[in-house]
């Protein structure tokens, strides 16, 4: 098994660790998923002082949208592409002292605003069960690296299910938790109140392990939730006796692909065997049809002022100009992708204090009432579930998905409620379809980690997937 | 025509506190450009505020004093624009939800009190500084992200005079709360005056123009006037005044135009996704208010109660280093008056009593109290004690100096009759004069002992004997 218990059994993490390196540029020369290798020499220097660490030996990789002190940070766009930060990530310092070794930073789609790895400033990343098909995004090179065995573990960043969309594609797990229960400082943001700090591991055994490490309290987040780190991982329990779980069916009736609908009838299946009660869970359909709209205003409004930093004038890649306002407006032209640009049009014109009314806060309102459907349908069960899209990993040059059907609108985009939430939100192996992988989606309480990985390890000890690996040759 | 000048004051004011409004670095002024910045200032990418909970009861503090409604939720937001100054493109600031709404200040007129009501106080921070120099700009972050609030008047005032008393009384009474060093000339108090003209007995308002960076109460003063001469010699003329932003020249005499205000600029405020709305423990709230320091009237009050005349009682108040050193010395002696006069007379002389806290300055407060002392109780003459203070200044004891200059004034009446009589054994001529009526005489004789004495004979008792002697010798 390749999971943390395989690597920390190794008694030399430096070969692990070596190793890791060199599938990790064997892989990448068919993934395209590595913005930066990272020479783990100095950190296997120390890694004597983090014996006993939770992860202690693991080789891990961060998307490049993680500050790490001294070593390039670009989040995917050309405007960084000389960024080196002066300060480590809030996470990066906790992996560390856990014992965990960086051996690469990944690509993403430009400051993670996408959702297929095309807007990567290093061009796309390849799936590994088909290299014609997407990666996904917006964490795309994490979670392929992920899934081709190169390392156990990866960090992501969730604004828009950027972590649980590619977890599927990719046959893997990708934990988001609850907002604030991982600091987010030194994440290159997209959008503040949506980005969450989240991850992938091959199964949920090492996402409980990982959570202790990435959790608590960071002052330097005021958003960090002041509430203890739990032991998840000796918590960990499948058992669904008692248990009560949700099927939106809002989602499955949006979804046409018929190996989907039954590799998830098989897991409610299974899950009823094991003792759960299963119960149809039915939202607003016109709320979660808005999704999508309301996601978009939100997160490009406040993706445009969190942006404006970049400007060329103290950091990342500055153009000549004669004034200083010419300098700041023509690096950031030359800086930004166009798909980046689009946003920052509608981020803005959503603001303009004329459109705000009808745009940026009627986006807030109908945010609220979808959180607030969420929460009733929450009200009576101990977890919401349904496959985590509506296919497979479409094709590179795949762009015919009609983006007004409800399979597009629900199927594609429901998991965005995690982020509007913030609640609890995990993606699992659901099955294949024609040797490619496909995902459920499984949503918690706020706060309820605990059972959200309870129910997740019952959902993988039902589809048996866990570890699941696919060398690239 | 007669018109009437309407006034309403922004104040912006850097709070003194010792970390920035959203990080952690120091706040400082005139220190090496760029050596008080961390990344949060910088705004590298990654980074997130976290509120500095000091700067609140700050402007906790401010709130109270000017009769503001606090609200107990404390909410942020972005102000939107690109300038090189602001290096994250927006200023976290309370646009929607100001931390104090309707208070009111009493300012002192001409006409007696009167009530100048406050619209708001809210929380911000501040820009960098910019250099420009022939082709190239230059950045300090030092004063990035220092915490600010910004109090806004209403139009309430109606000339220069008031205007200036409303800003002097704001300082003052910042200043006395320990919220802020309000110093103009460094830019930690600065000034936006609104102003427009209207015919007398109008209600609606004039079109007004905004006068920026005024460093001097002074400059309040003539930039008003002025401005208030160019409005209505352009309203004269039937002309209309332009909204706009203006600046006063020193040396034209005049407001110059700064840029029109041609439809306001859109900032897009949104409610800052990075702090979320906090809400102030009344417990917190209640003790800040209950530990408010002295304010100047309080502190005027109790100087008039203590014994000191109304000017004394006011000029030190209107200085409150040198009021605070006072009341160090009052800790060690009862001499109120005495004390007050080498405060507000003697010190000034010696001293900048504006920076009583520098290095040069070792003069404590029991060591004046120990000289003041002294004083009263005929140890030395005042005249020797002017010679005394530059010695403690120096950082000396009071003790110490009169013993090594030998100052000690001779007070025994022995000594001194022995002394007098011997003196006037020698000036018999003078003894003469006294008794037809020279009244001069009686200093000579004075001047003769405390000669012969080296200054050490206490004056007054020097001189009430040699009148004694003198009676007995009358011919």
Known sequence: MMNFAHYTNQKNPTQAVNQAVEAAKKANAKLNAVVTLVDPGEQLSQ??????????????????????????????????????????????????????????????DEFGMGGSNLSAATGPVYNPYDLTRMSGGSSGGSAVLVASGVVPFAIGS???????????????????????????????????????????????????IALEVLSGRDDRDMTSLQLPVEDYASALNPSLKGKRIGILTNVLKAITNPDIQAHFATLVANLKEQGATIVDIEMNQDLLSAILPTYYIIANAEATANHSNLDGLRFGVQKEGKEVDEVMSASRTAGFGKQIRKRFVIGSYALFVENQDKLFRKAQKVRRLIVEDLKNALSGIDGLIAPASAGVAPKLTDTSMDQLSSTYLIAENYMVMGNFSGYPSVTL?????????????????????????NLALAIEQATGLADQIKEVA | MNYETVIGIEIHCELKTATKMFSPAPVTFAKRPNSCVNEIDLAHPGTLPSLNKNAVKQA?????????????????????????????????????????????????????????????????????????????TWIDYNRAGTPLVEIVSEPDMRNAEEAVAYVEKLRSILYYLGVSDVKMEEGSLRCDINISLRPVGSEAYGVKTEIKNLNSLNNIKVAIEAEIKRQSELLDKGDAVEQATRRYDDVAKTTILMRKKEGSVDYKYFPEPNIPPIRLRKEWVDEIIATLPELPEARKERYLSIGLSEYDATVLTQNKDLSDFYDEILKHTDQTKIAANWCISELPAVLDTQHLASAKNKLTPKNLADMINGIKAGAISSKQAKDVLPHLIQGENFEDVVNRLGLKQVSDTGELLRVIVETLDEQAQSVVDFHNGKDRALGFLVGQVMKKTKGQANPALTSTLITEELMKRKP
């Open chain 1, 47 to 108: 890694l004597e002082k983090y014996a006993g660490g939770k992860m202690f030996g693991i080789p891990i990789v961060l998307k490049d949208n993680v500050n790490t002190r001294g070593i390039l940070t670009t989040a995917g766009s050309r405007i960084l592409g000389n960024y080196v930060p002066q300060y480590d990530a809030t996470i990066a310092e906790k992996l560390r002292e856990a014992g965990a070794v960086v051996i690469a930073k990944s690509s993403l």
């Open chain 1, 158 to 208: 969730d604004t828009g299910d950027s972590v649980r969309k590619p977890a599927s594609y990719n046959g893997i797990v990708g934990y988001k938790p609850t907002y604030g229960r991982i600091s987010r400082y030194g994440i290159i943001p997209y959008a503040s109140s949506l980005d969450h700090v989240a991850f992938f591991t091959r199964n949920v055994t090492d996402a409980a």
């Open chain 1, 429 to 453: 192996p659901l099955g294949y379809c024609d040797g490619l992988p496909v995902g459920v989606n499984l949503t918690c309480k706020l706060y309820d980690e605990q059972t959200t990985l």
């Open chain 2, 60 to 136: 906790i503090k401010a709130c109270a004093v000017l009769n503001l409604e606090i609200d107990p939720l404390i909410r942020f937001d972005r102000k939107n624009y690109y300038y090189p100054d602001l290096a994250k493109g927006y200023q976290i600031t309370q646009q929607f939800h100001p931390i104090g709404k309707n208070g009111h200040v009493s300012i002192p007129t001409s006409n007696g009190e009167k009530i100048v009501r406050i619209n708001r106080l809210h929380m911000e921070e501040d820009t960098a500084k910019q250099f420009h120099y022939n082709t190239e």
